[in-house]
């Protein structure tokens, strides 16, 4: 009996690793492993993880009563490499030692490959592969260019999810995503807002310790000279000032919580404070969906809502009011990483798209 060519797809977070084995695009089985905070302090680095991580991922799948042997192509979430084009990319010797030395930064995405192409030495015939990595890089020249050439703008963005909602939403309306202008607006842990003109995301926010609307726990855009008189008023580090863009910022500098359902329930409650908080990242979210508008010139056939936060109805309602004269808005609520992974995983397993030789 043959192989039934399983796709598992692996994606590590700060303190977990999700994975999940599918059939084609029908899930087999899904695995939040979650890391204690003393079981992550004996490595040094992120990428020292790998082995630990890795054998965790081999013990739960072989529970669930699944021959490793038949998985054919594993999906790692992709990390942070060199900015690259979407699609589905090869995992070669070149992309696992940017990713081994954290060349382009630390992140436990960093893992996804490297536990892929780990496992897929060990099964005969099988493939490691990423897709649409937060790296991916189609502004338009135009869009580079920040007001200073010591700081062009960079894209760093929720590019998996984008993309696939992207294509969703083609597919709903019997339409091709490469003959779209869409606005894709992410609302997570970090907020990206992105243009997709004919399948290239043309601009977006610099969603990871950047620029744009703050999050739960990102500052975003910030008044530069403040940031200035901070890095050199002596009070703060370097390390703290970085927390406080990324980390410590949004939600959890104004209120104490990066659970954004907590700051719907208080503002709910009547709380000024929480719900002044919450339109004001209403406010600046809209103002960025409004700003990318002119990127596309008004042409829009449709805004995009989707990522976790995209579940709070008031908030998504306050939004909608907001932006709706742009263009119709379509809430696709959540973000379905692991799905995302394995439907690149599927069309690369049938041929429809190629890897691509990171270099």
């Known amino acids: 009996m043959g192989k039934r060519n399983l796709i598992l797809a692996i994606n590590p977070g700060s303190t977990s690793t999700k994975i999940a084995i ?4 029908n899930q087999l089985f899904i695995k939040n492993i979650k890391h204690s905070a003393d079981e992550l302090a004996q ?3 992120i990428t020292d993880q790998y082995e630990f991580r890795k054998n965790l991922i081999l013990k739960e799948v072989e529970n669930a009563g699944f021959d490793i042997n038949e998985i054919r192509i594993l999906i790692g979430r992709g990390g942070l490499l060199k900015p690259i084009t979407s699609g589905v990319w090869n995992v070669n010797q070149a992309m696992l030692s940017d990713l081994q030395a954290s060349r382009y930064g630390q992140h436990a995405s960093n893992l996804g490959a490297i536990i892929a192409h780990n496992i897929a030495c060990s099964i005969d015939g099988a493939e490691a592969i990423i897709a649409d990595p937060v790296v991916v890089d189609e502004l338009a020249d135009i869009a580079r260019i920040s007001g200073h050439p010591l700081m062009p703008r960079k894209s760093i963005f929720h590019a998996l999810n984008q993309k696939a909602i992207a294509r969703r939403y083609a597919d709903d309306n019997n339409r091709q995503y490469e003959d779209l202008n869409l606005i894709v607006v992410h609302l997570g842990g970090g907020i990206s807002v992105g243009a997709h003109h004919k399948g290239l995301v043309i601009d977006v926010n610099q969603a990871l310790d950047g620029s744009g609307p ?3 726990e990102r500052s975003g855009s910030l008044p530069v000279n403040e940031v200035i008189d901070i890095c050199f008023g002596g009070k703060y580090s370097e390390a703290e000032i970085r927390k406080m863009v990324c980390g410590a910022g949004g939600y959890i500098a104004y209120l104490g919580t990066n659970d954004a359902l907590v700051v719907e329930t208080k503002a709910k409650d009547g709380n000024e404070k929480f719900a002044a908080i919450q339109s004001a990242m209403v406010y600046q979210v809209a ?3 409004g700003a990318i508008a002119t990127v596309l010139k008004g042409k829009v056939d449709a805004i995009l809502v989707t990522g976790g936060i995209a579940y709070s109805k008031p908030f998504v309602s306050e939004l909608t009011d907001r ?6 808005v379509t809430v696709y609520p959540g973000e379905d990483e692991m799905g995302a992974l394995a439907q690149n995983a599927a069309r690369y397993l049938h041929k ?3 890897g691509n030789q990171y270099k």
């Open 287 to 289: 103002k960025e969906v």
């Open 323 to 328: 932006i709706s004269f742009i263009a119709p």
């Open 352 to 354: 429809e798209v190629a």
């Open 22 to 25: 599918y059939e084609e695009n």
């Open 43 to 45: 490595f040094a680095k």
């Open 214 to 216: 703050f999050s739960p």
